[in-house]
T-cell receptor, first 112, second 115 residues
Framework: GQQLNQSPQSMFIQEGEDVSMNCTSSSIFNTWLWYKQDPGEGPVLLIALYKAGELTSNGRLTAQFGITRKDSFLNISASIPSDVGIYFCAGHSSSNTGKLIFGQGTTLQVKP | DAGVIQSPRHEVTEMGQEVTLRCKPISGHDYLFWYRQTMMRGLELLIYFNNNVPIDDSGMPEDRFSAKMPNASFSTLKIQPSEPRDSAVYFC?????????????FGPGTRLTVT
């Protein structure tokens, strides 16, 4: 079945640094989504991407839909302590009819 | 606006007992999804509904699991009998087909512990 490979698995950075994580797929997706999950809470949608090459920002977060439609990137600029959490990518292809495929998550820790 | 509502937030039960998890999707959403999250397996889709009809239940682990959606504003996930390996966080999510229908919005989850 379809799988998403998300990397890195975890990151430990200093406050103020920029962060970059990515997700790759073996097949083409027509939607990419990025979620953040805080401890004890459900995933919260950060950014949705619908077109190849699309670059979308949400505050300090920027995500891109890869040209090949098989990858996506999330960047966080000038990290702050509240950025701590698990970031998930998710993708949807036309063959999945409503299902999202989720990556394994990137755990981000920020040192003040 | 109220988000997806799940109850209970925490459930502790003994092996063999019946467990019922509840979900109220966002008003107007016509898709509803049940997920299970564990450290080992991550987020797994169990089942999803469209307009109250189950579309894909291929993720339901076994016959001990069942889900219903009697109306557009309520769904249940039942485990009978429960086993320790069912311990996990169960999420409900909803989305709507006329908007960004792939944008699923998650509830806060139910943390289930089976002893």
């Amino acid at each position: 079945g379809q799988q998403l490979n998300q990397s890195p698995q975890s990151m430990f950075i200093q406050e103020g640094e920029d962060v970059s994580m990515n997700c790759t797929s073996s097949s083409i997706f027509n939607t990419w989504l990025w979620y953040k999950q805080d401890p004890g809470e459900g995933p919260v949608l950060l950014i949705a991407l619908y077109k190849a090459g699309e670059l979308t920002s949400n505050g300090r977060l920027t995500a891109q839909f890869g040209i090949t439609r098989k990858d996506s990137f999330l960047n966080i600029s000038a990290s702050i302590p509240s950025d701590v959490g698990i970031y998930f990518c998710a993708g949807h292809s036309s063959s999945n009819t409503g299902k999202l495929i989720f990556g394994q998550g990137t755990t981000l820790q920020v040192k003040p | 606006d109220a988000g997806v509502i799940q109850s209970p937030r925490h459930e502790v039960t003994e092996m063999g007992q019946e467990v019922t998890l509840r979900c109220k999707p966002i008003s107007g959403h016509d898709y509803l999804f049940w997920y299970r999250q564990t450290m080992m397996r991550g987020l797994e889709l169990l089942i999803y509904f469209n307009n109250n009809v189950p579309i894909d239940d291929s993720g339901m682990p076994e016959d001990r699991f069942s889900a219903k959606m009697p109306n557009a504003s309520f769904s249940t996930l039942k485990i009978q009998p429960s086993e320790p390996r069912d311990s996990a966080v169960y999420f409900c999510a909803s989305s709507w087909s006329t908007g960004g229908w792939n944008e699923q919005y998650f509830g806060p989850g139910t943390r289930l512990t089976v002893t």
